[in-house]
């Protein structure tokens, strides 16, 4: 019993995770040990593993691996998460700033957005091919609905469209979003939109073809068959750019990243760019700032769009 504490204690919380249904959490945590365990070169781990030592070296192996900064804080707070909790249930002993000499931050480098034009390329050049024309139809929705989430566009349900007006909540904040749809996304929207119907209230009634809807919201192969999606639409993204010779890496949230930053060149104000991203990590803007009209949202969102089309290339 011993000998893997640390790997019984992080099995309990990811099982308690998924009963919860934080599947997404739980799937990074199982990443975060796997990775841990195949560097320890074992399953079995004891909580005395958890070492300045050994974090360094996991640091250093993490680099030479070339993971991302913020990837390897992920890790290193999930390990710390599990060290907490044996400390909390007397299983590990607490030791004073264990976890300070590796990186368990945010790395504000790691820039997502891609240049002015190679957005226009790749939001408006023709592909040359169905399948990529309808890759290129859901980045610019991602774009045109002011840099939305995969995740939430993925999600959306009929009902969350009204009237040219899409009303929902942000799938990892829950915060409350109205986006005006632009004239200019209404070909893409029709392209995309699912028009077969819910099997019943307990199944989603998807907006587009991106989920089947074949499962409840709260099962886990939902969640599997959103990870198979995202999975598929980031190489076809790929692909994509590879067709339209960008050079600049692209990712889903590429486009979430671009339209913020496209805003900001623009010279909108950051206030609005938080608001208009359903973002809640700029709190002092968030807490004391008036929340702004909609008809002025879709204004700024039109401009943003426009100004990526309208781009000259030389």
């Known amino acids: ?28 945590y199982k990443h975060a040990i796997r990775s841990f365990s195949r560097f320890c070169g074992t399953q079995s781990i004891t909580f005395s593993k958890i070492n300045r030592e050994t974090l360094k070296r996991y640091s250093n192996y993490l680099l030479a691996s070339r993971l ?4 390897i804080s992920t890790y290193m707070r999930m390990l710390r998460s599990i060290y907490n909790r044996g400390v909390d249930t007397h299983q590990a002993p607490y030791v004073h700033g264990l976890f300070r000499e590796v ?56 009902s969350n469209l009204k009237q040219g007006l899409l009303k929902y909540n942000r799938l990892k904040t829950g915060t409350p979003m109205s986006i005006e749809v632009l004239e200019s996304a209404h ?17 989603p009634d998807y907006l587009f073809r991106i989920l089947s809807g074949a ?7 939902a969640y599997r068959e959103y990870q198979s999606a995202l999975r598929r639409f980031n190489n076809d993204l790929k692909s ?14 590429t486009l979430r990243h671009s339209w913020a930053t496209t805003a900001k060149y623009r010279g909108v104000s950051i206030e609005m760019i938080s608001e208009s991203l359903g973002h809640k990590s700029i709190k002092t803007t968030q ?23 309208s781009f000259k290339m030389f």
Request: a positive charge; proline letters at 3%; charged letters at 30%.
């Open 1 to 28: 019993m011993e000998k893997n504490r640390f790997t019984i204690c992080a099995n309990n919380y990811i099982n308690c995770l998924r009963q919860e249904g934080r599947y997404s959490t739980a799937h990074v």
């Open 68 to 71: 991302k900064p913020n990837t």
């Open 103 to 158: 990186f368990t931050g945010v790395d504000t480098r790691q820039k997502k957005a891609i240049p002015i034009g190679e957005l226009h390329m790749l939001l408006n050049k023709d592909p040359q091919s169905e399948k990529l024309r309808r890759t290129q139809a859901i980045a610019n929705l991602l774009f045109q609905f002011c840099g939305m989430p995969f995740s939430d566009l993925a999600h959306l349900e009929k």
């Open 187 to 203: 070909n893409a929207i029709g392209g995309l939109y699912n028009k077969n119907d819910a099997r019943s209230p307990d199944y």
């Open 215 to 221: 499962y409840k919201r709260d099962e886990e192969e």
């Open 240 to 253: 994509l750019s590879k067709k339209l010779r960008i050079s600049s890496s692209v990712t889903s949230y």
């Open 287 to 309: 807490i004391y700032l008036k929340g702004f009209e909609l008809e002025e949202r879709t204004k700024v969102n039109k401009l943003n769009y426009s100004y990526v089309c």
